[in-house]
């Protein structure tokens, strides 16, 4: 196994719990958990994007969350997210020989059809209401992967936009497996962004996005839509050329979904 430099050095597995990501959140006290990884067999009150809930049946799925404490200039949700998305796109590579790609801003895709989420959430600095305790600056990564959901499972579940390795590689995988993959590819991809290497990583995930040259739709956060050619993609947002050849510059935060027109899956 590879030396864990950063991400997985400290873990706590639970049989069961509300949501990983409160879990993680309740060791933003002690700096000593930098990294630290918190893993659940099953989730009663699994958060997703946008407030939604994340369902996952007992055992068969990653559910995974990492506590960093980022430097200022990685605090952002938009660098957080795709550093978590390629790490995810790699360990999918490596598990099953697929390449996935990146559906903006925190979705995973295979075969155009969902296999991961991601939800960051992030924490300013301040005190414990009532205490002297400090809290720094910090960001949960909560990651469900989707390792042995069948086809029948997410029918029945009223999700028939949603994969799994086993789906996409046509066998079952060891969760523990892939979970240990999964925290040494974070691993790795936080490793290369503390050193600087913000530009590889942003290459790496625009290349899984894809869309660049392409007719894109981005609906917005503020619920208007703006449909052009994608210029340039970055970290730092999305243009998009508009048919009347006047050019648009996004914010990531401002964009809640972009895909290609004509493809609302894609
Ligand atoms: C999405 O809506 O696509 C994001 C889903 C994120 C789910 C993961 S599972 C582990 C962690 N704990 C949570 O409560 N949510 C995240």
Request: some cysteine; charged content about 25%.
């Amino acid at each position: 196994m590879a030396r864990i430099r950063h991400i997985g050095r400290r873990r706590i597995h639970l049989a069961a719990t509300d949501s990983t990501n409160s879990r993680a959140a309740e060791l933003v006290r002690d700096p000593a958990h930098a990294g630290t990884v918190v893993t659940a067999n099953h989730q009663l009150q699994g958060r997703g994007q946008y407030g939604r809930t994340w369902e996952s049946p007992p055992g068969v799925n990653v559910l995974l969350s990492a506590l960093l404490f980022p430097p200022e200039e990685l605090r952002r949700p938009a660098v957080l997210t795709a550093f978590a998305a390629v790490a995810v796109a790699e360990t999918i590579l490596h598990a099953t020989g697929r390449q996935s790609s990146i559906k903006w801003p925190n979705d995973l895709l295979i075969d155009r059809a969902k296999a991961c989420g991601i939800l960051i959430e992030c924490g300013a600095s301040g005190n414990r209401p009532g205490t002297e305790e400090t809290i720094a600056p910090h960001a949960i990564v909560g990651i469900g992967l989707n390792v042995n959901q069948s086809a029948g499972d997410f029918a029945r579940a009223g999700l028939p936009d949603a994969t799994s390795l086993s789906v996409a590689a046509g066998r079952l995988h060891d969760v523990k497996g892939i979970t240990e993959l999964l925290i040494e590819k974070l691993d790795v991809e936080y490793d290369r962004l503390l050193n600087g290497n913000l530009a590889d990583l942003e290459a790496r995930w625009a290349s899984r996005v894809g869309l660049l040259g392409r007719p894109a739709s981005a609906e917005l956060m503020d619920g208007t839509e703006v449909r052009g050619h994608l210029t340039a993609m970055s970290l730092g947002g999305l243009t998009l050329m508009r048919e009347d050849g006047k050019s648009r510059h996004l914010q990531p935060e401002e964009v809640r979904h972009l895909h290609l027109i004509g493809d609302r899956r894609g």
